[in-house]
């Protein structure tokens, strides 16, 4: 794995803040989670174990084979673009959920993916934006793809329906709290063309990326979740 010195930043939040200063809100053009406290909604949390749980990275880069090699079991994920022995490479992530365990006949009213920034990984740790805007786009996929064989070589399509962009930021320990109401309605709705999520930078150049605690993370509380307000 290659390993990279990530600068720190003062803390800069972009975004609608909301609680704290450590989680932004990103909303993907659905007002319906303004009001989300004030419903008598119901809700499902969605926080998969390293066993259940199904998120990937993919790497673009020349050397060791890496675009046919599979980051299925990396307890980190991330999208980014930077170098390595001064060669451009390029990273994005998968992931999904069973969204199964939503009741046929709900009405999703509120849908948000909390993603908390990993740790002294074999990546660096944190989030960078060195030389240019980190934001980043979240993708519904709409082809099948495995967590231990997805490479950047055999890596699935997404559609740009109802795709989110979150915006850049400079805090490299940042959580995110991503709205992504309409991208869970798309799948739902599209449940032969849905299979997650990629999560993708919106500028593929270097030197940016966002680092993020995948199912395989040891703290457990910071794996990837997803919590479901339906009626």
Known sequence: MKKFKIPHFLTLLV???I???????????????????????????????SIEGKDAFIEDYPL???RNSNFGTHPAFQASAWTAQSIPFITRCLIDFDFSKIPNNATISCAKLILHPAENTAYGTGHSNRSGSNSFLVQRITNDWDELSVTWNNQPSVTTNSQA??????????VYEIVITKLVRDILDNPSESHGLMI?????????????????YDDSSKH????IEYN
């Not at 009001?35 to 998969?48: A, C, D, F, V, Y």
């Not at 993708?200 to 395989?216: G, V």
């Open 19 to 49: 609680t704290t200063s450590c989680i932004n809100i990103y909303c993907d053009c659905d007002s319906s989670c303004e009001n989300e406290s004030e419903q008598n909604n119901n809700q499902i949390i969605l926080q998969p174990d």
């Open 224 to 227: 990837p979740k997803l919590l």
């Open 15 to 17: 975004g609608i803040l």
């Open 64 to 66: 060791r084979e890496y």
């Open 165 to 174: 962009q979150v915006g850049e930021n400079e805090n490299s320990m940042l």
């Open 200 to 216: 993708r930078l919106a500028t593929e150049e270097y030197y940016r990326r966002i680092l993020f605690a995948s199912s395989d």
